[in-house]
Every structure is written in structure tokens, then in C-alpha cells.
């Protein structure tokens, strides 16, 4: 008989509480995850010539990104906080698709797993990337943003489809 899958973070009487890591085994731990911002050409225009008023787009997003995966557990409720030996944020401008796409890899020594610091990276480098192009483009959109690998810990390592880490 399997075991049926349960949330971690509810207890028997339906109470949110912060799960218990103290018996797990430190071990080495890594996630990545990936999202999208969508916009205009003459947005991605400006991306691409550093055109835009609030200055260098990308370095300031990459920082902020940074910034939102050191924050998570003052984000995220019942996330558990620990100092990450390593963040990763990387850009790929597609002008085809007027998109740009985010991936950030988080990597720890720890009992729990840092998918949502990669995640809340993710978001918060597309949240920045809005914010400091929307006086010329209100009509851009995050999107797709998504653990795409992660290894370490109890539960073993998830790989996305077609994603090695």
C-alpha cells in the first residue's frame, strides 16, 4: 500500500506550521528555475542598445534577482532561512519571440531544498525588468516561470523535460 502525498506544511489538525528539517542530513543541494518576460520590439529594442531611461536593465535586474533569492524566507511563509553559497541568474535575449528569459540556479549546503529561491529569483528579475521598462512598454508579460531542476536531499533530484543541470 503507498502512502498517500500529503502537504508538508499542514499539520494533522489543518494548521500551517514550518516542517521539521532538524533530523535531515545536510547535504549539498541545487535548484533552477526559469521564466519570461514578453514585449514589444521597440522594448526589446531599447533593451538590447541600453536605451532605456533607469539605466542597464539587465545588471539591475541580475541584482535584484539576487537580492529576491537572499529575501525568500521573509517572502515566503514557513520557508526556511539559511545562507546560499551561490546564486546564478543568467539572460537570454530572444528577438524573435520578443522575449526575455530568465534562469537562475541556486545552490546551498543545507537540510532543506532552495526551489523557492530560485523561483522567488526568477520572479523578482522579471518583476525588475518590468518595472524599469514600463514607461515605454505596459504591455509586457511574465510568464512560464518554473522549476526546472533540482537535485539533493530525501526526495531525490526532478529534472523538467529536456533540462539537464
Known sequence: MTKEPRLSHIDEDGKAVMVDVSAK???SRIATARG????????MALVQEGGMKKGDVLSVARL???MGAKKTPELIPLCHPFALQKIDIEFSLDPDRNAIDIEATCKVSGQT???MEALTAVSVAALTIYDMCKAVDRTMQLTDIRLLAKSGGQSGDFRADGHDQ
Open 25 to 27: 542530513e545536510t547535504s
Open 36 to 43: 519570461t518576460v514578453l514585449m514589444q520590439p521597440k522594448t
Open 64 to 66: 535584484a534577482g539576487i
Open 113 to 115: 531544498g532552495v526551489e
